[in-house]
Nanobody
Framework: QVQLVESGGGLVQAGGSLRLSCTASGSIFSIDTMGWYRQALGKERELVAEITGGGNTKYADSVKGRFTISRDNDKNTVYLQMNSLKPEDAAVYYC?????????WGQGTQVTVSS
C-alpha cells in the first residue's frame, strides 16, 4: 500500500507565503510524476503544478511566477512553495503521485488566504 501525507497548509494573509510538503511511503518502487491539485469550495479539482521524475515541471497559468514545485527523490517528497498568495488560492490542496501501482492521492491540506 502507498500513503501520501501532506503538511504545511494553514492560514496566511494575502501576499504571504506557505510551503506544502507531501511524502510518499509504503510499497514504492519508483515514483514517476508527482503533483499538487487544489479544490476550492464549489469548484472542481484543478491542477496546480506537477513535476516528473526527471524534474520537468508544469504549472497552471494562474500560479506561474508565484508557485514553485520541487521534489526530493531520496525522500519521496514533493514540495510546493507558494508566494504572493491571493484569496483565490484558498482551497484544499491535494498531493498526487503516479507510481507503478497506479495513481495515489493524499487526504489534502487546507490553505486559507485572508484579504
Amino acid at each position: 500500500q502507498v500513503q501520501l501525507v501532506e503538511s504545511g497548509g494553514g492560514l496566511v494573509q494575502a501576499g504571504g507565503s506557505l510551503r506544502l510538503s507531501c511524502t510518499a511511503s509504503g510499497s514504492i518502487f519508483s515514483i514517476d510524476t508527482m503533483g499538487w491539485y487544489r479544490q476550492a469550495l464549489g469548484k472542481e479539482r484543478e491542477l496546480v503544478a506537477e513535476i516528473t521524475g526527471g524534474g520537468n515541471t508544469k504549472y497552471a497559468d494562474s500560479v506561474k511566477g508565484r508557485f514553485t514545485i520541487s521534489r526530493d527523490n531520496d525522500k519521496n517528497t514533493v514540495y510546493l512553495q507558494m508566494n504572493s498568495l491571493k484569496p483565490e488560492d484558498a482551497a484544499v490542496y491535494y498531493c498526487k503521485a503516479l507510481i507503478l501501482s497506479g495513481i495515489h492521492w493524499g487526504q489534502g491540506t487546507q490553505v486559507t488566504v485572508s484579504s
